[in-house]
């Protein structure tokens, strides 16, 4: 199967991460047989350029839609959307379908969708400055609607008033473009589940996140000056592990999700978990990302990290090939 990995300025903001961990992702490809190559496209020409030339099997993109934008994913809507255009032209590609990827990317869609199911979801509302706000309860958190990497997020986000919470939406507003997402404050543990594959085969892997308490301030969150900087851990859930993945698994079931997502959640003020999000396009930096930190938790080879890392994209490769009669 000749993949091609397909990136750009937006790919560590949106997707898998920098060109230094889409080459670790084309290795990995390469040492489970199938030969890859990397596109780098600047703009949508580039991009249409490429799809059109037609010299792989299958597309695995970095991006949910091609921008120039380098630090945050931005407005969902904003340029082509890689997946519509792979639809389109009946290119096949690992990960969710278009409509997917599309509902992930927006956090009060996700809700929208999985609330409909029956999944637990926070208590939320989108909301935009002037936007009456008076059903919202306290303590509520404030968050960007289709933001990744915990942009947007810092104690302040945790909003106790209606003069706080306005404040909070107007600051979403200004800095990233988008009404903000306000949810039911959710003190409890924090977990993230890899899910692997499609199906019967489909496998949800729950993983504990933690960081250690003395780099927390005010609350319990992953503030952004947290993330990529080495500080959390994940590890086993624990008696947790069955209801993170049932709850896991429904949300997966809902949305359609195939090969490739990681499901986050929290404990509410009652201790059951809620999703929070759904990440379409999951980070696979090697040995620091999530997704291959549970995997090695659950399926660590003899070998060690590296190897388990070459059998993970090994995995989400060959469920996307068998779902096209590729593999
Ligand atoms: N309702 C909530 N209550 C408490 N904390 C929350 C809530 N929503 C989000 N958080 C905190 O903010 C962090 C980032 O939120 P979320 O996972 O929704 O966004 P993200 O930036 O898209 O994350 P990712 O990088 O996983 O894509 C979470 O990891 C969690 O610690
Ligand atoms: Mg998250």
């Given amino acids: 199967m000749r993949i091609v990995l397909l990136t750009g300025p937006g790919g560590d903001a949106q997707g898998w991460g920098d060109m230094e961990v889409t080459e670790c992702v084309r290795r990995a490809c390469e040492d ?15 991009f249409l350029r490429l799809v059109d030339s037609r010299d792989f099997d299958i597309v695995w993109s970095a991006l949910y839609h091609i921008t120039p934008n380098e630090a945050f994913i931005g407005r969902g809507a904003a340029g082509l959307w890689v997946a519509d255009v792979l639809d389109e032209r009946r290119i096949p590609y690992i990960g969710s379908d278009s409509r997917t990827m599309r509902a992930m990317i927006d956090k009060s869609r996700t809700h929208g969708i999985l609330s409909a199911a029956g999944v637990a979801v926070p208590a939320h509302a989108l909301l935009r400055s002037g936007d009456d706000a008076s059903a919202v309860s306290y303590p509520a958190f404030v968050k960007p609607v289709c933001e990744s990497r915990s942009v947007g997020i810092s104690d302040e986000s945790v909003v106790r008033d209606e003069p706080e919470l306005r404040r909070r939406v107007a600051f979403v507003e200004r800095e990233f473009d988008q009404p903000a997402l306000v ?7 924090e977990y993230t589940a890899l899910v692997l594959g499609n199906g019967r085969t489909r496998e949800v892997l729950p993983g504990l996140v933690t960081v250690e308490d003395r ?10 000056d947290l993330r990529g900087v080495g500080l959390t851990r994940v590890s086993l859930a624990g ?16 949305l359609g999700c195939l090969d490739h997502t990681r499901i986050d959640m929290r404990a509410d003020k009652d201790g059951r978990l809620r999703v929070i999000e759904v990440n379409g396009i999951p980070g696979l930096k090697p040995g620091k990302s999530w997704s291959p930190q549970i995997y090695t938790l659950y399926h660590g080879s003899a070998e060690g990290e590296d190897e388990d890392y070459r059998r993970l994209i090994g ?13």
């Fill in 32 to 46: 489970a047989g199938h030969p890859a190559r990397t596109a780098y496209v600047a703009g949508e020409a580039d």
């Fill in 183 to 189: 949810e039911e404050f959710l003190p409890g543990d």
């Fill in 215 to 224: 780099h927390y301030r005010s609350y319990r969150i992953l503030r952004s």
């Fill in 239 to 254: 008696e947790r592990t069955e209801e993170a993945r049932r709850l896991g698994d429904a949300a997966a079931e809902a």
């Fill in 315 to 327: 995995a989400i490769v060959e469920a996307a090939g068998r779902r096209f009669g590729l593999a």
